[in-house]
């Protein structure tokens, strides 16, 4: 075969490769949750696809340690339902309150009338919107079901990870700085 002949046999091939992939990246760009998340693990993934919870690792740790900040709060990084969120632990707080915004990142958009239920908390009363977590994770830590209420003020910017969530575990500890949680 001549020369000629390979280049634009080849030229073709990687056109075609290149095309193949744009219309997988244009498929996932148009619903992202259908391609694997970073760091989920195939299991996870498939489980992820067919609406099931994430199945647990037999490695996978049963506690984890979470150190203070500077101002003695602690904070994680939990994934609620697959979606990752910043929130502070609050062993005063009676169930997981997720901010409007938080609760829209993980695919709840409360409307006006959601907002159903009242919610003393240190800044008056409030009206709150109650929804059902399938899944909170912080580290190798795993809840199902969790309770919890989505805060009817933009002013409130934080999520917290409230007694719905923290109840459920076997052991909750502080001790020289440090916050334990174990399944």
Do not use: W
Not at 46 to 66: F, Q, Y
Not at 78 to 106: F, P, Q, Y
Not at 113 to 127: K, L, M, P, Q, Y
Not at 157 to 162: A, D, E, I, R
């Amino acid at each position: 075969m001549k020369r000629a002949t390979r280049q634009s046999i080849a030229r073709i091939a990687v056109a075609l490769g290149l095309a193949g992939g744009m219309a997988c990246a244009a498929k996932a760009q148009a619903n992202p949750d259908q391609m694997p998340r970073l760091g989920e693990t195939t299991a996870e993934f498939e489980a992820r696809m067919k609406g099931l919870a994430r199945p647990a690792s037999p490695t996978a740790p049963s506690s984890v340690m979470i150190p203070a900040d500077g101002s003695g709060h602690f904070y994680v990084e939990a994934a609620v339902n697959g979606t990752r969120v910043r929130m502070m632990v609050d062993t005063g707080a009676t169930g997981v309150v997720l901010s409007k915004e938080d609760a829209r990142r993980i695919g709840f958009n409360p409307q006006p009338s959601d907002f159903t239920a009242r919610s003393e908390t240190a800044n008056g009363i409030v009206a709150v919107a109650p929804i059902m977590l399938k899944e909170v994770a912080v580290g190798g830590v795993l809840v199902s079901d969790v309770p919890a209420i989505v805060h009817s003020d933009s002013r409130f910017q934080g999520s917290l990870l409230g007694m719905s969530f923290l109840s459920k575990l076997s052991h909750v500890e502080v001790r020289a700085g440090r916050l334990v949680l174990r399944r």
